[in-house]
T-cell receptor
Framework: QKEVEQNSGPLSVPEGAIASLNCTYS??????FFWYRQYSGKSPELIMF????GDKEDGRFTAQLNKASQYVSLLIRDSQPSDSATYLC????????????FGPGTSLSVIP | SAVISQKPSRDICQRGTSLTIQCQVD?????MFWYRQQPGQSLTLIAT?????????ESGFVIDKFPISRPNLTFSTLTVSNMSPEDSSIYLC????????????FGSGTRLTVV
């Protein structure tokens, strides 16, 4: 059973702080890792993807991947109230084609 | 990237009836995916739809309950059959936008309420 787990929420941070979201996965063969943001009542929106160990930065977002520990994280610097959403970690696994499974999500609330 | 139009955006249905959800993509894609998101939950893959072949269902989902059509490379439908209140969920269509990189985009979803 391939699983993706995320730190339980909800997570509350003050505006301007760093929000840290964590995710672990069970399939050592996974090669692609994603973070989606989902606002209430909306569909998921891809915000970051990472394939190699280390850090990947895009604006205020940094994704970190450690395949040996089967761990991926998302840091949001200078958090804004507009970052308040549910963040879904997703991991690919290969059968006869790429499939993606999602973690349960972490709800983030940025307090002004 | 691909733009997905999904219809209807929401519906309220009587138990025992069926609803067909449509997914239209503005470009040809090999694979389309149908997800379910139950209230307060994450996304669960229902099935993968390839053009010209039968859909591949995930564990816990069966064709009789969720028949899927994929008549061409830009269109798919998902039918939720013989609905019960437990089928109340958001149903999402997704396509692979970058093969080899497993990057996906989602339609706007169909919010289904069964009464």
């Amino acid at each position: 059973q391939k699983e993706v787990e995320q730190n339980s929420g909800p997570l509350s941070v003050p505006e301007g702080a760093i929000a840290s979201l964590n995710c672990t996965y069970s399939d050592r063969g996974s090669q692609s890792f994603f973070w989606y943001r989902q606002y209430s009542g909306k569909s998921p929106e891809l915000i970051m993807f990472i394939y190699s160990n280390g850090d990947k930065e895009d604006g205020r977002f940094t994704a970190q991947l450690n395949k040996a520990s089967q761990y991926v994280s998302l840091l949001i610097r200078d958090s804004q109230p507009s970052d308040s959403a549910t963040y879904l970690c997703a991991v690919n696994y290969w059968t006869s084609y790429d499939k993606v499974i999602f973690g349960p999500g972490t709800s983030l609330s940025v307090i002004p | 990237s691909a733009v997905i139009s999904q219809k209807p955006s929401r519906d309220i249905c009587q138990r025992g009836t069926s609803l067909t959800i449509q997914c239209q993509v503005d470009s040809q894609v090999t694979m389309m995916f149908w997800y379910r998101q139950q209230p307060g939950q994450s996304l669960t893959l229902i099935a993968t739809a390839n053009q010209g072949s039968e859909a591949t269902y995930e564990s816990g989902f069966v064709i009789d309950k969720f028949p899927i059509s994929r008549p061409n490379l830009t269109f798919s439908t998902l039918t939720v059959s013989n609905m019960s209140p437990e089928d109340s969920s958001i149903y999402l269509c997704s396509v692979l936008i970058t093969p080899g990189q497993a990057l996906y985009t989602f339609g706007s979803g169909t919010r289904l309420t069964v009464v």
